[in-house]
């Protein structure tokens, strides 16, 4: 038997919704992952052009979402310019917008913007942090007082409403 394009054995893998505080944050991110894989799927040529260089993009891209998440601007592999999240969420939503349908996620995508517009959970923990720092709040009570967030709002699968403490 000849070699095959398909010898190898590869995995793809999907770990940004471990880190999820919301439960619909962490569907709307899956939903969007099925439809980006099914669209690819249906577009085995899809990408096949790319060189080092844009190889390199997409890696600067990745660093890039780690470092900036939403509030970063990603470079466009086509004209090389810097795009905003916003112009980077919308065309893709595009993109996979007959796979979505498909396979009876597009709700679930439309989502994603809800993210955006309120603001991920790791702005949600920057901003309490923050917030009891101003107030006078030693860093380590205001870092409790985050993990108290995160744990009731991992528990209850949705962003808790927090009765923060004043600084004594």
């Not at 398909?6 to 770990?15: D, G, I, K, N, V």
């Not at 007082?145 to 923060?164: M, N």
């Amino acid at each position: 038997m000849g070699p095959s394009a398909f010898a190898a054995p590869s995995t793809l893998e999907l770990r940004i919704t471990d880190c999820c505080t919301s439960v619909d944050d962490a569907v709307a991110i899956a939903a969007l992952y099925r439809a980006l894989v099914r669209h690819t799927i249906r577009n085995p040529k899809l990408n096949s052009r790319f060189c080092a260089i844009s190889r390199a993009l997409n890696e600067e891209n990745r660093w890039r979402a780690q470092r900036y998440g939403t509030d970063g601007t990603y470079v466009d592999i086509a004209t090389r310019q810097a795009v905003s999240f916003d112009a980077v969420l919308d065309q893709t939503l595009e993109i996979v917008k007959e796979d979505a349908a498909e396979l009876g996620v597009a709700e679930e995508l439309v989502y994603l913007r809800s993210i955006k517009q309120r603001g991920t959970s790791a702005h949600r923990q920057l901003e309490i942090f923050e917030r009891l720092r101003s107030q006078g709040t030693r860093p380590k009570t205001a870092l409790q007082e985050v993990a108290k967030w995160l744990r009731l709002s991992t528990e209850g699968g949705r962003f808790a409403e927090l009765e923060l403490k004043q600084a004594a």
